[in-house]
């Protein structure tokens, strides 16, 4: 996170399953699809992160990507 608030955002590469493909908006979240049946990588760029508080109250860190 020090990084990217130095320098900006930075590469990085991702695991993905099936489900990521039909992922439309929000906090990706795998599927129980998606824990079984991976595809391959994903590079992204992040550009900050975040924490979202879920219906059971519990928070959620995520990244922010392209």
Known sequence: M???MES???QATMK???DF???RSGVYR???LGATHRTGYHSVR???WGEEVSRA???V???VSR
């Open 46 to 48: 992040i550009l900050g």
């Open 30 to 32: 795998q599927t129980m």
């Open 21 to 23: 493909f039909v992922y």
């Open 61 to 63: 860190k995520y990244w």
């Open 8 to 10: 900006g955002p930075v």
């Open 2 to 4: 020090y990084e990217i």
């Open 57 to 59: 109250g519990e928070t």
């Open 16 to 18: 993905v399953s099936q």
